[in-house]
């Protein structure tokens, strides 16, 4: 992507998810938090970040409502629907074609991290302004954690697993969306998964990952945690509890303020 203070980005909106272990019998990004949709939440964070010229979302197939959401929150900022597909991926490939062409960078974000702050947001954009070809924000992992391998046939009876080792806690990020890409490498990257076997593609866990398999650099930005990724019923909850803090204490302010940094 050019360098440049004024990039044009389009955002892709991954909200085709079914939402299963939320237990709700809806689609995730339907799932009501704080008496509206996930979805809503999300597509609220990226028009206050200010950074998009175009989003569009990636809905489960023939679901009117979240495409009734994304007619309600278009204004100076179009955002447009396209049906989602089998996969993850096959989501953000249609998501891509739906934004048109003309971009600078792209930034796709998961709607399920519904209360990501705007200000991370412009982070991943400040450095594709920069020059990254890819950028992701993440935080620093708090837990040890541990490798594991089955144990051996004489050792299941006390555990089916055992330490395979503990990685160096330091250099552990747990990444989080949005991720943001040159507009240009996004798009090659998404057309190898073409040339991918199946097994090599479901292996493809993320945009950052499949952009990390044709040799692009991968840059991190602080993320937040506020951007957790809403998936189970305790995650709801913790939901719940940060809109109603916000609601009580209005947004932080943001406007010079330091950046954190990863090991913050």
Not at 251 to 260: K, M, Y
């Amino acid at each position: 992507m050019p360098r440049s203070s004024t990039p044009r980005i389009g955002v892709v909106v991954v909200a085709a998810g079914s939402g299963q272990r939320l237990g709700y019998g809806l689609p995730k990004a339907q799932v009501p938090l704080a008496g509206r949709t996930i979805l809503a939440h999300a597509l609220e964070g990226i028009l206050a970040s200010g950074i998009a010229e175009r989003i569009c979302v990636a809905v489960p197939p023939r679901d009117s409502v979240l495409r009734e959401v994304c007619t309600g929150a278009s204004g100076q900022v179009p955002v447009t629907a396209v049906e989602g597909g089998a996969s993850r991926a096959a989501s953000v490939s249609r998501a891509l074609a739906g934004l048109g062409p003309d971009l600078d960078g792209i930034l796709v974000h998961d709607a399920a991290r519904a209360l990501t702050p705007p200000e991370v947001f412009v982070r991943v954009v400040e450095a594709l302004a920069a020059g990254a070809k890819a950028v992701i924000p993440a935080v620093p992992v708090a837990d040890t954690i541990k490798t594991a391998v089955p144990s051996a046939a004489d050792q299941q009876a006390i555990a089916g697993e055992k330490v395979a080792g503990t990685p160096d806690r330091s250099l552990l990020r747990a990444v989080q969306t949005p991720q943001g890409f040159d507009a240009a490498a996004l798009t090659a990257a998404h057309r190898s998964l073409a040339a991918m076997g199946p097994l090599e593609a479901e292996g493809i866990t993320d945009d950052a990952m499949l952009v990390e398999s044709q040799g692009t650099e991968v840059f991190l930005v602080p993320g937040s945690p506020e951007a957790l990724k809403i998936t189970t019923p305790l995650d709801l909850m913790t939901a719940e509890a940060l809109v109603a803090a916000r609601d009580r204490t209005g947004p932080p302010a943001t406007a010079n303020q330091p950046v954190p940094t990863l090991e913050d």
